[in-house]
């Protein structure tokens, strides 16, 4: 199925072998293809990530003039990743750090080597500090078939609406198959967005299969963790991305629900003792803890995985995130939009009507939408059964993050 978030809710080169007039073998394209940006946590900077299928240097050439020569360079390394699947798949993924970026200014690029060059693309460097007010796109469950808010996001995109995206886990429906190649063609059709905006990942179940290995190796996201779980800041908002994934594939190893739950209580700790900088603290991670969904996840059960822990009582989420004051949840999952009151242990507290828990709206998927629960619960703010994503919208200290009703298709 999908993973639950709060409230939020790819057509790549396939390489073929064919034969010529003359019978012999095409040669494998060295042209960049599947490009894509994220935010590396460094202010000035934001880091290209990109596949080959064969190995080539890693460049990308940048400037702020639309045309003409890009005088800037920035070199990066590159790595195999074989895929796990029969045949073995071998791509090439590149990446390249640029670093003192001007804050606000748009920049052209474009990546590759002598070798083969992609086209150009554009992007605006995130401002620094905590004085303005980020607009984000929020969404999870993206499929490579059918996705019916891609057209949408890419017009926003376009329209210059956002400075980043959230994409709240399940990618492609997935991205390890066909031996990797919907993982190919989901990262093609979401070029036109990850190209423009840094497109800042969780992952969801449906990465699970070779141990997350598609995942980790086309997403490059901060710290060391290969995108399992990290944060950085944005405005005045302080981000955190984990995995929720870490509480149902335990065959991967019992040591990362630990592992990742003391850095949780780390990170939170000190953000909680940043308020004056940056006043609110931002989660996502894929499944909810809270849902009224007519389906037997997680979110479903009163003792949820995330919200309690294993077995009930160890490494729960909700003790963790009430403990420092996690000012909004943004979950995936559930194919359907669900807003929640504030609510702790299933009581309903005073608060915004427009937070904190939230399910991003899906974007829409093969698996399509998931029917609620015949009546909503009393925490149950607003539900939608519709596709689309969320915007958000992250004012200054003195108000709350803003989330506009999701678009929907």
Same mark, same amino acid.
């Given at each position: 199925?999908?993973?639950?978030?709060?409230?939020?809710?790819?057509?790549?080169?396939?390489?073929?072998?064919?034969?010529?007039?003359?019978?012999?073998?095409?040669?494998?394209?060295?042209?960049?293809?599947?490009?894509?940006?994220?935010?590396?946590?460094?202010?000035?900077?934001?880091?290209?990530?990109?596949?080959?299928?064969?190995?080539?240097?890693?460049?990308?050439?940048?400037?702020?003039?639309?045309?003409?020569?890009?005088?800037?360079?920035?070199?990066?390394?590159?790595?195999?990743?074989?895929?796990?699947?029969?045949?073995?798949?071998?791509?090439?993924?590149?990446?390249?750090?640029?670093?003192?970026?001007?804050?606000?200014?748009?920049?052209?690029?474009?990546?590759?080597?002598?070798?083969?060059?992609?086209?150009?693309?554009?992007?605006?460097?995130?401002?620094?500090?905590?004085?303005?007010?980020?607009?984000?796109?929020?969404?999870?469950?993206?499929?490579?078939?059918?996705?019916?808010?891609?057209?949408?996001?890419?017009?926003?995109?376009?329209?210059?609406?956002?400075?980043?995206?959230?994409?709240?886990?399940?990618?492609?429906?997935?991205?390890?198959?066909?031996?990797?190649?919907?993982?190919?063609?989901?990262?093609?059709?979401?070029?036109?967005?990850?190209?423009?905006?840094?497109?800042?990942?969780?992952?969801?179940?449906?990465?699970?299969?070779?141990?997350?290995?598609?995942?980790?190796?086309?997403?490059?996201?901060?710290?060391?963790?290969?995108?399992?779980?990290?944060?950085?800041?944005?405005?005045?908002?302080?981000?955190?991305?984990?995995?929720?994934? $870490?509480?149902?594939? %335990?065959?991967?190893?019992?040591?990362?629900? *630990?592992?990742? !739950?003391?850095?949780?209580?780390? &990170? =939170? @700790?000190?953000?909680?003792?940043?308020?004056?900088?940056?006043?609110?603290?931002?989660?996502?991670?894929?499944?909810?803890?809270?849902?009224?969904?007519?389906?037997?996840?997680?979110?479903?059960?009163?003792?949820?995985? $995330?919200?309690?822990? %294993?077995?009930?009582?160890?490494?729960?989420? *909700?003790?963790? !995130?009430?403990?420092?004051?996690? &000012? =909004? @949840?943004?979950?995936?999952?559930?194919?359907?939009?669900?807003?929640?009151?504030?609510?702790?242990?299933?009581?309903?507290?005073?608060?915004?009507?427009?937070?904190?828990?939230?399910?991003?709206?899906?974007?829409?998927?093969?698996?399509?939408?998931?029917?609620?629960?015949?009546?909503?619960?009393?925490?149950?703010?607003?539900?939608?059964?519709?596709?689309?994503?969320?915007?958000?919208?992250?004012?200054?200290?003195?108000?709350?993050?803003?989330?506009?009703?999701?678009?929907?298709?």
């Amino acid at each position: 199925m999908r993973p639950l978030p709060l409230r939020w809710s790819c057509c790549c080169l396939l390489l073929f072998f064919s034969l010529g007039v003359q019978g012999a073998p095409v040669a494998p394209s060295t042209a960049p293809e599947q490009v894509h940006l994220s935010y590396p946590g460094e202010p000035g900077s934001m880091t290209v990530t990109w596949t080959t299928w064969v190995p080539t240097h890693s460049e990308v050439q940048f400037g702020t003039q639309a045309t003409g020569p890009l005088p800037l360079r920035a070199q990066g390394t590159v790595s195999t990743f074989v895929d796990g699947g029969i045949l073995r798949r071998k791509l090439y993924m590149h990446r390249v750090t640029l670093r003192g970026l001007l804050p606000g200014v748009q920049y052209v690029y474009r990546c590759g080597s002598s070798q083969g060059w992609s086209r150009r693309f554009r992007f605006r460097a995130l401002e620094y500090g905590p004085n303005w007010s980020p607009r984000l796109a929020v969404f999870g469950d993206l499929g490579a078939d059918n996705p019916k808010a891609l057209p949408r996001l890419r017009r926003d995109t376009q329209q210059g609406m956002y400075d980043a995206v959230l994409h709240v886990g399940d990618f492609a429906y997935n991205m390890d198959q066909d031996n990797a190649r919907v993982g190919d063609r989901f990262m093609q059709l979401i070029e036109p967005v990850a190209a423009t905006l840094p497109y800042m990942t969780c992952p969801g179940n449906h990465e699970e299969r070779y141990n997350f290995s598609n995942y980790k190796a086309r997403f490059s996201m901060p710290g060391n963790t290969e995108g399992l779980w990290y944060s950085w800041d944005l405005g005045p908002a302080h981000i955190v991305s984990f995995s929720t994934e $870490v509480y149902f594939f %335990l065959n991967y190893g019992r040591h990362l629900v *630990e592992r990742q !739950f003391h850095w949780l209580e780390s &990170d =939170l @700790q000190k953000a909680n003792k940043n308020r004056a900088v940056r006043p609110w603290i931002i989660t996502m991670g894929h499944r909810p803890m809270y849902c009224s969904n007519a389906d037997l996840d997680d979110c479903t059960w009163h003792e949820s995985k $995330v919200r309690k822990g %294993l077995r009930g009582k160890l490494f729960g989420l *909700e003790d963790l !995130f009430y403990k420092y004051g996690v &000012d =909004l @949840q943004l979950w995936a999952h559930e194919h359907s939009y669900e807003r929640l009151w504030p609510i702790y242990d299933y009581q309903v507290f005073n608060g915004s009507q427009e937070m904190p828990y939230t399910n991003p709206r899906g974007p829409g998927c093969e698996e399509l939408l998931t029917p609620f629960s015949l009546f909503p619960r009393p925490w149950s703010a607003m539900r939608v059964k519709e596709y689309g994503y969320t915007r958000l919208h992250v004012l200054n200290g003195t108000h709350e993050p803003w989330a506009s009703l999701p678009w929907l298709v």
